[in-house]
């Protein structure tokens, strides 16, 4: 399987199904949502199913429409009830520029709100590059 996850857009999605197919790998669509609140930050959206890309799409446009270009407006509630009957599978992305990532509780926290906002579809990612800073000391 294979995805390819644009910012507040679909837009590379017709083009990975024609080289997908092409090549006999199966696809994943999504996009990565650019939220104005900073602890949400930009969680990444991946559609299950076509119920779940319409669903995407629809809210994505909806965001396009109620901002300006470049500065999408997503309504929490619209995206919460877009998220339910499993359809989307929601990943964290990236929390806002002044996050501390090394701070247990505020990721619990942020992970607890983008399940309030998504609802039980929300997946934790754990990430460790063999870095110093991927650790945290106990």
């Known amino acids: 399987m294979l995805a390819v996850t644009d910012r507040d857009g679909l837009y590379g999605a017709r083009r990975l199904a024609e080289a997908a197919k092409a090549a006999g790998i199966g696809t ?13 930050g930009t969680p990444v959206v991946l559609a299950r199913d076509l119920e779940g890309y319409r ?6 446009s909806a965001a396009q429409l109620a901002g300006s270009k470049g500065a ?16 989307w599978v929601v990943l964290p992305g990236c929390p ?25 579809c929300v997946y934790g990612e754990l990430v460790d590059h063999h870095l110093p800073e ?3 000391a106990m």
């Open 72 to 87: 999408p407006r997503y309504d929490l509630a619209q995206l919460s009830a877009a998220a339910g009957d499993g359809h």
């Open 55 to 60: 669903r995407l799409s629809a809210t994505i």
């Open 96 to 120: 806002g520029p002044d996050f501390d990532r090394t701070d247990v509780g505020a990721v619990a926290h942020r992970l607890q709100r983008l399940v309030e906002v998504f609802g039980p």
């Open 134 to 136: 991927d650790s945290v």
């Open 28 to 40: 994943v669509y999504g996009a990565e949502l650019t939220l104005q609140d900073p602890e949400l």
